[in-house]
């Protein structure tokens, strides 16, 4: 790149052609990264630029140019490493810069990730502590919350990750999970806030994270297993798409129904409403008036939540709660996308007991992965290479003919109904 020089030497713009002048800024000029400040939504650049002006932290201009070159040369210059902290084998992503001698303010960027709070709610001095150590050790760049559900804290150099991890560590804070192992779980507020929560998922996600928390720091399996707990259908966490095992509430009895309220809202929406934007829009038709009665036959509901959401005061999850377990969520990988299948309907959530049968039926999921998974394997991806038939005789739970996406194509299925 003719006319390119080192981050340190300030000036001109380093995309390598332009000769854009910094007008005695801190930073350097970034023509192309400024076009991504021109849109209507709120963008990264801004905050680097505020965050590096503000800090006048060398690191965080590096990055600037380094990226504007990438836009410039249409690629990416980051390469991988290892990075640890004491007693922890992931936790910290790695980012060396393949080009530091052009760039040598972003040698290093690496990621910290911690583990969010159950629910994803903290409290101002929890954050006010976390950003004051961030900033001090760090560039003070966070990411809340990033894909994987933890407090991305991104851009630190490799000498300052121990000293830092401590100092958060002493206030409570943990670094979250990465490779081949139990990665960050995430959780809806659920009961915290939400009256539709069907069991208490900040606890059971707390217990599983507890359980796991081996295994989330120090990677053993054949690739990364990953919980969401959502606390009803609604499925705020997006489990059933983003997680290997989703945890999701539900209910077995009847919906709730409080007719004082029906006849509240008829009176406030019309029965129109109620015609065209909930019996209709049930996906199973399992809503029907009788004499002007709405009634819900719980065996063709499916729970999709659509009317509970229309009417929130009339109508409430079932008495009977607990969870279904969905399995082999994922993102593009070796077999594509797949939304999580349905292993075990409904189970209790209630006490300790049930929190034991839950973290046990987990324990012996993950022992059939561990022996029948090969390496960089999902779970999904293991079950749909052996056949669901395999995995659920291998794990003692009991298939049923839902399950089937095409019985008659199938002879080695016997239905039981
Ligand atoms: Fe509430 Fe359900 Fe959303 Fe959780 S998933 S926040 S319980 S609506
Ligand atoms: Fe129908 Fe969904 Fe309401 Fe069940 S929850 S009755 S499936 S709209």
């Not at 997006?238 to 309220?261: C, F, H, P, Y």
Request: aromatic share 8%; charged share 25%.
């Amino acid at each position: 790149m003719e006319g390119a020089n080192d981050s340190a030497s300030k000036g001109a713009c380093h995309c390598g052609g332009c000769g854009a002048d910094n007008n005695g800024s801190f930073l350097n000029p970034t023509p192309m990264l400024d076009q991504l400040e021109s849109g209507p939504w709120p963008s990264f650049v801004s905050g680097f630029k505020e965050t590096a002006e503000r800090t006048k932290k060398p690191m965080l201009r590096g990055v600037l140019d380094q990226l504007e070159y990438s836009y410039n040369t249409r690629m990416g210059y980051w390469k991988g490493g290892l990075v640890t902290v004491d007693g922890y084998g992931a936790g910290i992503i790695t980012r060396y810069s393949m080009i530091k001698d052009k760039f040598p303010e972003a040698a290093e960027f690496h990621t910290m990730r911690i583990q969010p709070a159950p629910g994803l709610h903290y409290n101002t001095t929890m954050l006010r502590e976390l950003c004051d150590i961030w900033e001090k050790h760090g560039s003070g760049i966070i990411t809340l919350h990033g894909q994987t559900g933890d407090i991305m804290l991104q851009g630190i150099e490799q000498d300052k990750v121990q000293e830092c991890f401590d100092e958060l560590n002493q206030k409570g804070w943990d670094l979250g999970g990465a490779g081949a192992g139990m990665r960050t779980g995430v959780s809806c507020i659920g009961p915290g806030r939400c009256e539709n929560a069907c069991y208490d998922n900040l606890k059971l996600h707390l217990v599983a994270l507890k359980h796991f928390i081996g295994q989330v720091h120090r990677p053993e399996w054949n690739y990364k297993l990953k919980f969401k707990f959502s606390g009803c259908p609604n499925d705020c966490t997006n489990s059933i798409m983003r997680s290997d095992l989703a945890v999701i509430g539900t209910w077995k009895d009847a919906i709730q129904i409080d007719r004082e309220e029906v006849k509240n809202w008829i009176a406030a929406q019309g029965m129109d409403a109620l015609v065209n934007n909930v019996i209709t829009r049930c996906p199973t038709k399992a809503i029907t008036l009788n004499d002007g009665e709405m009634e819900i036959s719980s065996r063709d509901c499916v729970r999709c939540m659509h009317c509970l959401n229309a009417m929130p005061k009339a109508l409430s999850p079932g008495r009977e709660k607990g969870i279904a377990l969905l399995m082999g969520g994922k993102n593009t990988l070796k077999v594509g996308v797949n939304m999580g299948s349905l292993i075990i309907p409904f189970m209790k959530m209630e006490d300790e007991e049930d929190y034991e049968a839950f973290l046990e039926k987990i324990e012996d999921i993950i022992d059939w992965w561990d022996d029948a998974g090969l390496d960089h394997e999902r779970i999904g991806e293991t079950i749909e290479r052996v056949g669901l038939q395999q995995f659920l005789e291998g794990v003692g739970l009991e298939y049923d003919i839902n399950q089937i996406t095409r019985p008659r194509d199938n002879p080695y299925f016997k239905a039981k109904y």
